[in-house]
């Protein structure tokens, strides 16, 4: 007997390989749904005890024929991953085993081979994570450093959620005080009362969240520190990347002109991520190609967090300015002509090495501050910074016109940041405000 939410009664069962497709150890292949328990059987014989991995031959129930050897396990909802009745089958990691295996699950009734993400949003509609938590683990599956990792994991543990519930907390009990202004607007000391604190305690919220969206660094951080090498033509630039790459990723020549488009490379310094962008030498171009490619480049060092201006060290000369980024003149080719005492600029050979170790820390520093460590939640997605941002509109209408709007219209105020706020994590409830003001206020039995 299945025991899932009745939203998933008569939902199918879903299959997939778990595991990355091709040679290895092991493979897992996940059920999820009402007929996962029937297959599991069908293919393994009785369910083994809940929660507990049992050694099986798999069969295939159409021959009886045996496909493979391994553990079985059985994970009845609602208290899965999905929600729902689980099953998992682990077994040798060949191509032709987890085929034959995905086969003949898939000839069971009711079972159909899942979407891209089916598991995942079974979860979030069951109530096992939310919006936020289910973006945390797609991006700590995306994750290339170590601070991604760290703050993926926090996110997925519903660190942002709880953030985000605390918020909403705090709204939804200015928003009991306001309504108990309605409901006691016979009485003349309840509603001033009530206004005055709802007023205070929305003030201090609104700098919270106003505070957080003016944070980035977590974005940044899930985006990558943005790096672009810039200067003239010939300076060095490609040269340079490939030096902090470690391997040669820009094609290097004599001839000016040679780097059209941007070309990026992810690096991962002590555990951040960092994007170089090498691009065309900025001169006037001789034809369409090559100011296609200074465009690019001039756009790239205008979004960029860092712009390295690089340019020959004999030739120093006065970089262009790309708004507000901040630029770092690099003084490339020092084997050859070295500094003298004094130039601020900084020295570096990509040809020997020269230098690279100091910039390559310098950067890293820069990242570190850019982008912050990873061990802070904060807002990860232009979604998150679209809802808060939307919060914080609204409640600055409320707090503006707060004397003179009444009561009913302060109310509808702070239900629209409070639907706002649900959004970042899915959590949307209108029924919040009356459990705050019954609870609180005792009103009714």
């Not at 994750?143 to 709880?162: I, M, P």
């Not at 990723?249 to 310094?269: F, K, M």
């Not at 990242?367 to 061990?375: D, H, N, P, T």
Request: net charge negative.
């Amino acid at each position: 007997m299945t025991s899932q939410p009745s939203a998933f009664v008569a939902r199918d069962t879903i299959v997939a390989l778990s595991t990355a497709p091709g040679r290895a150890a092991i493979a897992v292949i996940r059920l999820s749904g009402p007929s996962a328990g029937a297959a599991l059987a069908a293919v393994s014989g009785p369910l083994p005890a809940p929660r507990r991995a049992s050694f099986r031959a798999f069969r295939d129930p159409r021959s009886d024929g045996l496909i493979d050897r391994g553990l079985a396990l059985w994970l009845p909802g609602p208290t899965s991953v999905t929600g729902e009745d689980v099953a998992e089958l682990h077994v040798h990691g060949g191509r032709a085993v987890a085929a034959a295996m995905l086969d003949a699950l898939l000839g069971v009734p009711g079972v159909r081979a899942a979407e891209a993400g089916e598991f995942t949003r079974r979860a979030f509609v069951s109530g096992r994570m939310d919006l936020a938590e289910v973006e945390g683990l797609s991006d700590l599956l995306a994750a290339e450093t170590e601070a991604q990792r760290r703050q993926a994991v926090l996110q997925a543990e519903g660190a942002l959620s709880a953030v985000v519930e605390r918020w909403r907390e705090r709204l939804i009990g200015a928003m009991a005080l306001i309504e108990a202004g309605i409901d006691f607007s016979d009485e003349d000391d309840v509603s001033p009362r009530a206004r005055a604190e709802a007023q205070g305690d929305l003030a201090l919220l609104a700098a919270d969240m106003k505070a957080a969206l003016a944070d980035t660094r977590a974005e940044r951080l899930r985006d990558g520190f943005r790096v672009a090498i810039v200067g003239r033509p010939n300076a060095g630039k490609s040269s340079l990347l490939n030096a902090l790459a470690r391997r040669e990723v820009a094609i290097v020549t004599e001839t000016p002109g040679t780097t059209r488009d941007v070309l990026e490379v992810h690096l991962d310094l002590d555990g951040l991520p960092v994007i170089l962008a090498d691009t065309a030498g900025l001169r006037d171009a001789g034809d369409a190609a090559e100011r296609e490619g200074v465009r690019r480049a001039s756009a790239r060092a205008g979004e960029a967090d860092l712009v390295l201006w690089v340019e020959d060290a004999a030739q120093a000369e006065e970089p262009i300015s790309f708004g507000d980024r901040p630029v770092w003149v690099i003084a490339n080719k020092v084997d050859v002509a070295p500094l003298d005492e004094g130039d601020a600029r900084r020295a570096v050979s990509a040809l020997t090495g020269e230098g690279l170790a100091a910039l390559i820390a310098e950067l890293s520093d820069a990242a570190r501050q850019g982008l912050g460590a990873g061990a802070e939640v904060g807002l990860t997605r232009a979604r998150h910074r679209g809802a808060l941002a939307g919060a914080v509109a609204a409640l600055d209408v409320a707090l503006a016109d707060w004397d003179a709007l009444p009561d009913e219209l302060l109310a509808e105020a702070l239900r629209m940041a409070a639907l706002e706020l649900g959004r970042i994590t899915g959590r949307i409830e209108v029924e919040d405000v009356l459990g705050r003001v019954f609870s609180t206020f005792c009103i009714g039995k």
